[in-house]
């Protein structure tokens, strides 16, 4: 009974089989990622909310509650919190608080299309430490594409005509904690889940608890406090709901994320998470009316392709040696925090971070390698939990 509970895929209607099930979830889940960043830019940007931190803890908050709800009405299943694996938790915690909150500091300044640009740098800090840590080593066209990134960052950025010192600071100090927690996370899973199993669902409950009092703590040493009590739209619906919006479709995209993955192939999957990030650019610079030169566009559309191109390349094997993990999974890892991939070889940790929490599912893919069918299973352990983001 118990693990039927802990089956969040089974438990939901929406994984039933079905061919034209899987445009459907493809478009459910690049909408809803897109519209977590977007609400939450909302808030930050158009109301001038000025304390990113508690928005985080009012969002964490709402998380841990519908994921207690959840458990209450026997939809999914949350192991109690144990000091043993608390301990082992809070360094990898504290990694992701910093991620999100600075990432929220980052969107209160930086245009919506440069933000998905500046994200990608990520992805570089992300091979690099693979490279350093693991002597992980990846082909000519990774690091092709990661040029591209880097040359698409430098040109958005010269040419931004919106530019902010700080927020362009606080959108680099988020890429160096994003790929920061990609590597940490997957050391840390193992730990935890040893010798018993902690289940993903309560890895996700875990990061969002302990989340809370650590925001807490941020917000009152930056001063937050005595901004909200001074705040106008505090009490005004329509910024509500914009909050409430943007905690709800974060909480979402975790579902949507794991309907997506059961539907389609892990390419697909990561494509339809790059393909958010045109949603972002183009839905943000339209509906903020944010300023851009033809040269600042460019340089963002050129960042976009080199997302999609980073899937395919990332997803290849490095030349001269087999690949421990096939294609397909990789291709799914590397999608993961916004295309960072996880670090170490063996067992690979996919993380999405939205805000919010849900779910994990054990992947069972199929690749073809060499020209010959070969079927694998690979355990890939996916927490999908709070940005914008990542909630960001």
Known sequence: ??????????????TESGASSALAAEAVYCLVSAGTILFNKHALSTY???????????????????????????????????????KMWIPVNVIFVLMNASGFYALMSVSAGMFTVLKNLSNLLTIL?????????????????LGLMILSAAMGGWTDLSFSPSGYAWQLVNCVFT???SLHLSSVVRA???????????????????????????????????????????????????VLMGALLGFGVSFASIWCMSRTSATIYSLTGSMNKVVVAVAGMWY?????????????????????????????PAPGR???????????????????????????????????????????????????????????????????????
């Open 192 to 242: 935890v889940s040893t010798p018993r199993r902690l289940s993903e669902l309560s890895m996700v409950y875990y990061n969002n608890v302990l989340s809370v009092p650590l925001l807490m703590l941020l917000s009152v040493a930056f001063g937050e406090p005595a901004r909200l009590r001074n705040y106008a739209l505090l009490r005004d619906p329509e910024f509500n709901l914009v």
């Open 1 to 14: 009974m118990t693990q039927s509970r802990g089956n969040i895929l089974g438990a939901l209607p929406w």
């Open 129 to 145: 430490g693979d490279w350093y840590f693991f002597d992980k080593t990846y082909s000519w066209q990774v690091w092709a594409c």
């Open 288 to 316: 903020f009316a944010e300023p851009a030169s033809a040269t600042n566009v460019l340089s963002i559309a050129m960042g976009l392709l080199a997302g999609f191109l980073f899937v395919f390349a990332k997803s290849a």
């Open 179 to 181: 790929a920061a927690y």
């Open 322 to 392: 087999s690949p421990t993990v096939n294609p397909e999974t990789q291709a799914l890892v590397a999608a993961a925090v916004e295309g960072a991939a996880s670090g170490g070889a063996g067992e690979k940790t996919l993380v999405i971070n939205v805000s919010g929490s849900a779910g994990v599912r054990e992947l069972t893919s199929r690749s073809t390698a060499s020209g010959t069918s070969v079927s694998r299973n690979t355990n890939v352990n996916m927490t999908v939990g709070s940005p914008p983001g990542n909630i960001v």
């Open 48 to 86: 001038q909310f000025p304390a990113p931190n508690a928005l985080l803890t009012v969002q964490f908050g709402i998380a841990v509650l519908l994921l207690k709800i959840l458990d209450f009405v026997g939809i999914l299943h949350l192991e109690p919190m144990r000091w043993e694996v608390i």
